[in-house]
């Protein structure tokens, strides 16, 4: 099967699984794993933050920050097509029990004057204190969209003079570094805390990294074990990320090249509606379904031994990732056509 529903498929290479073996553990609610240590010290000082704190999932890293946050009555200004509203299962008024500002982005991006209209006035009694804003980027729904740099600026410069916090959904952080050529470094700068996934392009098999200030962090070690991810001998797991983060993260440009060889293939096909042209390693397009159906289409890539995803309505997504290469691609742009 040549699996193109998610970057998060890909199993850990022999190498991986090695450097997973040969790492020093301890137990981590201890604060005595290594190379847990290692690996949150490596993201902080990579981004520009003070420290880092190790967690079972991407979810789990967003959830945190949100609750630590969101003192009560706040509310959360977000994309309305975001992961931390769409699919972390309503998280953001079960654990932080906060509202929520829905705006509608551009391929998932919004503006620093978009964000200013969202915040509420101060003094009224009816309404809920403006206290956070979460950026995604890459954006999943915007089909992997990346921020430009002087908009990331101007938005930290906005939530800075209103006083707000600013989180980033950095699920895909690496594919936007790669495609743009930002540094991670001043990251650190603009935002109050880095959400960082290691098992989606990076293909570690498990984990997450929340980057921010030593008390913010602090905060958040509490709280991750309030929800039980208290974690002990979980350096097995960090030395996967670290490997990760060694070996996996230039060849990212590779998996960009592809989807956008892929977008080239779709273009002429008549099934084909609409396609939101890739940055990175997320092709959405839309299918003509009256000539072919989503089902269909899915039905008949599955018969020829690939898999996709419907991402809603008329739409297909496919992710490139570490376990498609360019023999794989060339069956898949055969059965397409
Ligand atoms: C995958 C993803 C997450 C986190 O997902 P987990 O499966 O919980 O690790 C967060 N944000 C975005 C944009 C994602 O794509």
New binding site residues.
């Given amino acids: 099967m040549i699996d193109l529903r998610s970057d998060?498929i890909t199993r850990p290479t022999p190498a991986m699984l090695a450097a997973m073996q040969a790492a020093p553990v301890g137990d981590d609610v201890y604060e005595e794993d290594p190379t847990v240590h290692q690996l949150e010290t490596t993201l902080a000082a990579r981004f520009g933050t003070e420290a880092g704190l190790f967690c079972p999932?991407?979810?789990?890293t967003?959830q945190l920050a949100i609750m630590a946050h969101c003192a009560p009555v706040s509310e959360v200004v977000c994309e309305a097509s975001a992961?931390?509203y769409l699919?972390e299962v309503g998280g953001i008024m079960h654990h932080a029990r906060a509202s929520v500002a829905l705006l509608p982005g551009e391929r998932g991006r919004l503006t620093a004057a978009q964000i200013a209209g969202a915040i509420r006035p101060t003094g009224n009694v009816h309404y809920p204190t403006t206290r956070l804003v979460c950026l995604?980027n890459t954006?999943?729904r915007g089909g992997g969209s990346c921020y430009a740099w002087a908009d990331l600026q101007a938005i930290a410069a906005l939530t800075k003079e209103k006083g707000l916090a600013l989180h980033l959904?950095g699920?895909?952080i690496f594919n936007a570094l790669v495609a743009t050529g930002q540094r991670s470094q001043d990251y650190g700068q603009l935002f109050d805390s880095i959400?960082v996934?290691l098992?989606?392009g990076l293909g570690a098999p498990v984990g997450?990294v929340l980057l921010g200030s030593a008390a913010f962090i602090g905060g958040c070690r509490r709280l991750r074990k309030l929800m039980g991810g208290g974690w002990r001998q979980a350096g097995y797991l960090a030395a996967a990320g670290l490997y990760a983060l060694e070996n996996n993260v230039a060849r990212l440009a590779d998996d960009h090249a592809r989807a956008a060889r892929l977008a080239e293939a779709l273009r002429p096909l008549p099934y084909v509606a609409e396609i939101l042209e890739p940055e990175t390693n997320l092709l959405l397009f839309r299918l003509d379904e009256s000539r072919l159906t989503v089902a269909d289409f899915l039905a008949r890539l599955e018969a020829a031994g690939i898999r996709a995803s419907g991402f809603g309505g008329s739409w297909v997504r496919f992710v490139t990732h570490l376990d498609v290469d360019d023999a794989q691609l060339a069956q898949v742009i055969t059965a397409l056509r």
Wanted: proline content about 0%.
């Fill in positions: 998060t999932s991407g979810t789990m967003n992961h931390v699919w995604e954006h999943n959904d699920a895909r959400s996934c098992s989606k997450s």
